[in-house]
């Protein structure tokens, strides 16, 4: 879709440029214009055709001023996932070693309760 955009906007500014060369005469006729302070005879085409020059540059910007915003959004966005993501990490880093201190812990009490005979009896006599 984005293509086609593109296609169609360098497309239609094409046309507007070969119109206008074709009929760069009848651009350049003067034309009484009031100005409501004065009356002045100039060029309309040329004058409409900058207009239309100014407008597209401002719907331009106005594109580009949005996007860069939304790049912007994206990159602060990316960010704050990255420390939520980093956060969790060490979360779960914390946990495992909590896990690893506990199971240290288990196999150490095991392994003395063996040591000492201390183990608890299951009632069953050893042949």
């Known amino acids: ?14 046309l507007i440029a ?6 760069w005469s009848t651009l350049m006729a003067d ?11 100039a060029p309309l085409g040329v004058i409409m055709l900058a207009l239309s020059g100014v407008m597209g540059a401002a ?4 594109y580009l001023h949005n996007h860069i915003g939304s790049l ?8 704050e996932v990255q420390r939520a993501h980093d956060l969790a ?5 914390s946990r495992i070693e909590a896990l690893q201190k ?3 812990k288990e196999f150490l009490q095991l392994n003395q309760r063996l040591g000492t005979g201390s183990a608890p009896t299951t009632g069953h006599t050893q042949i």
């Open 89 to 93: 990490d060490k979360a779960e880093a």
């Open 18 to 23: 070969v119109l206008a060369a074709l009929n």
């Open 72 to 79: 912007l959004e994206t990159r602060k966005l990316l960010k």
């Open 59 to 62: 719907f331009v910007f106005a």
């Open 1 to 14: 879709m984005k293509n086609f955009s593109n296609l169609l906007a360098w497309g239609t500014t094409a």
């Open 102 to 104: 506990l199971i240290a």
């Open 31 to 41: 034309a009484p214009l009031n100005l409501l302070v004065a009356q002045i005879d």
